[in-house]
């Protein structure tokens, strides 16, 4: 990390129209201390601008966006932290495909709600974000409150003093030129061209604080209230070894979430897969194995994988876990008998999502409060040290981990489960032309570019048809061993006849396939996961390797029959689409 770290922190616990909180104010002091301790241990300035209550109305917060955040240069990093109430409004009648309910999500200022002050909708955070990454600098947005619109009137507390951070939703319809305040500039999710005088590349990474149809939660925590997520990052960032990335902090974050309450699932999202690997406020990515990670839930220590990430089910053999402090070092190969694990266990029972570990070795030396990085083996080939960039197929000095990413890529497109109940069709994916026209499925969908283009855009659609309530995730397997999940958040529950688009970062139902110069085609995989029970579908997602040598895809789509019978309670299945996208 280089240059400065800009922060704007925003707590509120005042409002003016709607009931107030408790904790927001401890969460950005804490906030500004964690930004403080990491950035003069890399030497980078820090510059923060806090708005606390009355200081936060809605022009205030735009105003700092734009003083503040938009001075972020090309070697700087911008860190935009909201601790408030979130909630939803009514969504423009040409957003409606996106908007299921009708609602968009939006944060609430302290004015909000009172005569012509409205919330902050979540297309202009995102074209406030825009314009604090426009000039190539690394954007991070923290959100703790909730983006659902349950109706909960102020903070419910229930007997363990936990309070909601949702606010009604707001009934009035917005009136046109209401965005005017935000100078115009491209919000995160347009297209990002690749020409001369394009500009720079955008990078971006938010954690908020549940799903949408969840409620952000706050506690005491250490005789403090606090916002769950909030406690659980600087938990994750005061208690590891060594620098941490996103994908450490999302997952310490989850573990902490669930030991403090229930029914609170932080979210990940970046602009680039590689951004998952990037240190805590920037930094080059590092290319390195993806393992799990182990933490007491209600007194088991469960490991945050299951048979959909690929884990052999305990009847096929016994499989061994080491596990190690998060942040040891993933840079390079351990050297033979170097970092010996803390402890040693093996996995007792394998679920869809996540495995019950016993610890056989060493239980003294783990800390019950923490998480654990954990290495995953079959007996006779226990891992004996942490997941490096590189595994023993790794034979590209250039390029460490080349061969185990490639391997990993191929484990998923093959994954599936011959056993499922859920029947076929359950769930299904439409592919059309932005007219709506659907392209034709054959196992392979064939997308033609428009003459002299190189990129076809095109709209994606996933279904529930069949039922019952199904946790979809759908992936592309791009050509040069990418994996991205599509749908937001990386996966949605789905009731019978509920259906989600694959939006980009601005809201807008439009994915584009690209081939590449001097190729006259791509071809990626669309690969679908429907569970009776929700997975972290960031588990497996990995940036893409440079440029290859093409080769072949084979697809069996006979092998995804499945019997119709009754769905179990942990069940899950596949299904993989080809596509190829033609440059004419």
Same mark, same amino acid.
Request: hydrophobic share 40%.
């Given at each position: 990390?280089?240059?400065?770290?800009?922060?704007?922190?925003?707590?509120?616990?005042?409002?003016?129209?709607?009931?107030?909180?408790?904790?927001?104010?401890?969460?950005?002091?804490?906030? +500004?201390? !964690?930004?403080?301790?990491?950035?003069?241990?890399?030497?980078?300035?820090? +510059? %923060?601008?806090?708005?606390?209550?009355?200081?936060?109305?809605?022009?205030?917060?735009?105003?700092?966006?734009? +003083? =503040?955040?938009?001075?972020?240069?090309?070697?700087?990093?911008?860190?935009?932290?909201?601790?408030?109430?979130?909630?939803?409004?009514?969504?423009?009648?040409?957003?409606?495909?996106? +908007?299921?309910?009708?609602?968009?999500?939006?944060? %609430?200022?302290?004015?909000?709600? *009172?005569?012509?002050?409205?919330? !902050? @909708?979540?297309?202009?955070?995102?074209?406030?974000? #825009?314009?604090?990454? @426009?000039?190539?600098?690394?954007?991070?947005? %923290?959100?703790?409150?909730?983006?659902?619109?349950?109706?909960?009137?102020?903070?419910?507390?229930?007997?363990?003093?936990?309070?909601?951070? /949702?606010?009604?939703?707001?009934?009035?319809?917005?009136?046109?030129?209401?965005?005017?305040?935000?100078?115009?500039?491209?919000?995160?999710?347009?297209?990002?061209?690749?020409?001369?005088?394009?500009?720079?590349?955008? =990078?971006?990474?938010?954690?908020?604080?549940?799903?949408?149809?969840?409620?952000?939660?706050?506690?005491?925590?250490?005789?403090?209230?606090?916002?769950?997520?909030?406690?659980?990052?600087?938990?994750?960032?005061? #208690? @590891?070894?060594?620098?941490?990335?996103?994908?450490?902090?999302?997952?310490?974050?989850? /573990?902490?979430?669930?030991?403090?309450?229930?029914?609170?699932?932080?979210?990940?999202?970046?602009?680039?897969?590689?951004?998952?690997?990037?240190?805590?406020?920037?930094?080059?990515?590092?290319?390195?194995?993806?393992?799990?990670?182990?933490?007491?839930?209600?007194?088991?220590?469960?490991?945050?994988?299951?048979?959909?990430?690929?884990?052999?089910?305990?009847?096929?053999?016994?499989?061994?876990?080491?596990?190690?402090?998060?942040?040891?070092?993933?840079?390079?190969?351990?050297?033979?008998?170097?970092?010996?694990?803390?402890?040693?266990?093996?996995?007792?029972?394998?679920?869809?999502?996540?495995?019950?570990?016993?610890?056989?070795?060493?239980?003294?030396?783990?800390?019950?409060?923490? *998480?654990?990085?954990?290495?995953?083996?079959?007996?006779?080939?226990?891992?004996?040290?942490? @997941?490096?960039?590189?595994?023993?197929?790794?034979?590209?000095?250039?390029?460490?981990?080349?061969?185990?990413?490639?391997?990993?890529?191929?484990?998923?497109?093959?994954?599936?489960?011959?056993?499922?109940?859920?029947?076929?069709?359950?769930?299904?994916?439409?592919?059309?032309?932005?007219?709506?026209?659907?392209?034709?499925?054959?196992?392979?969908?064939?997308?033609?570019?428009?003459?002299?283009?190189?990129?076809?855009?095109?709209?994606?659609?996933?279904?529930?048809?069949?039922?019952?309530?199904?946790?979809?995730?759908?992936?592309?397997?791009?050509?040069?061993?990418?994996?991205?999940?599509?749908?937001?958040?990386?996966?949605?529950?789905?009731?019978?006849?509920?259906?989600?688009?694959?939006?980009?970062? /601005?809201?807008?139902?439009?994915?584009?396939?690209?081939?590449?110069?001097?190729?006259?085609?791509?071809?990626?995989?669309?690969?679908?996961?429907?569970?009776?029970?929700?997975?972290?579908?960031?588990?497996?997602?990995?940036?893409?390797?440079?440029?290859?040598?093409?080769?072949?895809?084979?697809?069996?789509?006979?092998?995804?029959?499945?019997?119709?019978?009754?769905?179990?309670?942990?069940?899950?299945?596949?299904?993989?689409?080809?596509?190829?996208?033609?440059?004419?």
């Amino acid at each position: 990390m280089a240059g400065t770290v800009r922060a704007l922190l925003v707590g509120i616990d005042d409002y003016v129209a709607i009931t107030g909180l408790a904790g927001c104010g401890h969460d950005v002091a804490a906030a +500004e201390q !964690l930004l403080r301790v990491r950035a003069d241990s890399s030497g980078a300035a820090l +510059e %923060v601008r806090t708005l606390r209550d009355a200081e936060a109305t809605r022009e205030a917060l735009i105003a700092a966006f734009v +003083e =503040h955040l938009g001075r972020t240069g090309a070697d700087d990093v911008a860190v935009f932290w909201f601790s408030g109430h979130g909630s939803q409004e009514q969504a423009p009648e040409s957003t409606w495909y996106a +908007e299921p309910d009708r609602l968009v999500e939006t944060l %609430v200022p302290h004015d909000s709600r *009172t005569p012509g002050v409205f919330d !902050l @909708a979540d297309k202009e955070l995102a074209q406030l974000l #825009g314009l604090a990454a @426009a000039r190539g600098g690394h954007v991070l947005a %923290v959100l703790d409150c909730c983006h659902s619109g349950s109706g909960t009137r102020g903070v419910d507390r229930d007997a363990s003093e936990v309070g909601i951070r /949702a606010a009604p939703a707001d009934d009035r319809i917005r009136p046109p030129g209401i965005e005017g305040s935000i100078p115009g500039t491209r919000g995160l999710g347009e297209p990002v061209g690749t020409g001369p005088g394009d500009g720079p590349a955008v =990078h971006w990474v938010a954690l908020s604080a549940c799903r949408s149809d969840q409620k952000a939660k706050e506690r005491p925590v250490r005789g403090l209230t606090r916002g769950v997520l909030s406690a659980g990052l600087e938990r994750a960032l005061t #208690g @590891a070894i060594g620098p941490l990335s996103y994908r450490d902090i999302h997952r310490m974050c989850s /573990a902490a979430t669930l030991d403090l309450v229930r029914d609170q699932t932080p979210q990940l999202e970046v602009a680039d897969p590689a951004d998952l690997d990037r240190p805590f406020l920037g930094g080059a990515a590092v290319l390195a194995a993806h393992p799990f990670t182990a933490s007491i839930r209600g007194g088991r220590w469960l490991l945050d994988g299951g048979a959909v990430h690929g884990l052999p089910d305990v009847a096929e053999g016994r499989t061994e876990v080491a596990l190690f402090p998060i942040g040891a070092d993933r840079s390079g190969p351990a050297p033979e008998g170097s970092a010996a694990p803390l402890a040693r266990g093996v996995l007792t029972e394998v679920r869809v999502g996540e495995s019950e570990v016993e610890i056989t070795d060493g239980a003294g030396s783990l800390d019950q409060a923490r *998480t654990y990085r954990a290495s995953v083996g079959r007996a006779g080939h226990a891992p004996g040290g942490p @997941a490096t960039g590189a595994g023993d197929d790794a034979t590209d000095a250039g390029h460490p981990g080349r061969e185990a990413h490639i391997a990993r890529w191929h484990d998923l497109l093959d994954r599936r489960n011959p056993g499922t109940a859920i029947p076929v069709g359950a769930v299904e994916v439409v592919i059309s032309h932005p007219d709506g026209t659907p392209l034709p499925v054959a196992g392979t969908v064939e997308v033609p570019c428009p003459r002299g283009q190189r990129w076809a855009p095109v709209r994606i659609r996933v279904t529930n048809r069949l039922g019952p309530r199904l946790f979809c995730a759908l992936f592309a397997l791009t050509e040069n061993h990418g994996v991205v999940p599509l749908l937001p958040g990386g996966g949605a529950w789905l009731a019978r006849g509920e259906e989600a688009w694959v939006l980009d970062a /601005a809201g807008d139902p439009s994915v584009r396939m690209t081939v590449a110069e001097g190729r006259d085609r791509a071809v990626d995989v669309l690969k679908l996961f429907v569970s009776t029970v929700e997975f972290d579908a960031q588990q497996m997602q990995q940036a893409e390797l440079s440029p290859e040598r093409s080769r072949g895809l084979t697809l069996d789509p006979a092998a995804l029959d499945a019997d119709a019978a009754a769905v179990s309670a942990q069940d899950w299945t596949t299904a993989e689409w080809v596509v190829t996208t033609l440059a004419t």
